[in-house]
């Protein structure tokens, strides 16, 4: 089992990074929360990980804490859960921010969630409200800067489509968290839209 890398980045995308480790490119599928951790291609990164071997392909998920990992490993404890809607489930919500949810019973706000239905989070309460603890660790997203607003908005519209919404709805969420001010990470941008596509 593959539980830690550490290398240099070798390509960022809005839904991945490519880990150069000793000559060896992992690619490592991560949630929005991460990508706005990592830096910029070419930065030193660490990342706990975790491989997940299905009949049909292997995928390697990485995170910037182990809070976030051990949040991932719950949310995929959860039947109907697989490792791409608990990435979806992380890219909007912190793992402070999930455990809060669940402990609230807040069924609504984890239906916001593209791919989370009534019954999934009904059952994510059910089975994982006694199980989160609290998060022992938390680092600040790396801001953006130097970044025009046309590319950020590309980027912000990129990564809702990743999330499972249509193109034009994704665009006007982008355009109105941009409108609202750039400052701050991918991850507050990407939320600040999400809220907007939620309200």
């Not at 995308?13 to 599928?29: C, T």
């Not at 292997?58 to 995170?63: A, V």
């Not at 404890?77 to 669940?102: T, Y």
């Not at 809702?160 to 507050?188: C, F, H, W």
């Amino acid at each position: 089992m593959i539980s830690l890398l550490r290398g240099k980045m070798a390509e960022k995308s809005l839904e991945h990074i490519v880990l150069d480790v000793s000559g060896v490119g992992y690619h490592v599928h991560c949630s929005l929360q991460t990508l706005g951790e990592v830096g910029e291609v070419g930065a030193e990164v660490r990342l706990y990980t975790i491989l997940q071997v299905r009949q049909e392909s292997m995928k390697l998920f990485g995170f910037a804490t182990v809070d976030e990992r051990e949040a991932f490993e719950l949310a995929t404890s959860v039947q109907g859960i697989g490792g791409d809607k608990a990435m979806s489930l992380l890219s909007q919500l912190s793992p402070g921010e999930l455990a809060e949810a669940v402990r609230a019973e807040d069924v609504a706000r984890l239906k916001r969630v593209p791919g989370i239905g009534q019954k999934t989070a009904e059952r994510m309460v059910l089975e994982l409200r006694n199980k989160f603890g609290q998060p022992s660790s938390a680092k600040p997203a790396a801001p953006v800067a130097g970044k025009s607003d046309d590319k950020l908005q590309l980027q912000v519209t990129s990564a809702l489509v990743n999330l499972g919404y249509k193109p034009p709805e994704a665009e006007r969420a982008a355009k109105e968290a941009i409108a609202q001010g750039a400052q701050g990470s991918m991850t507050d941008l990407v939320k600040r839209a999400l809220r907007a596509l939620a309200e």
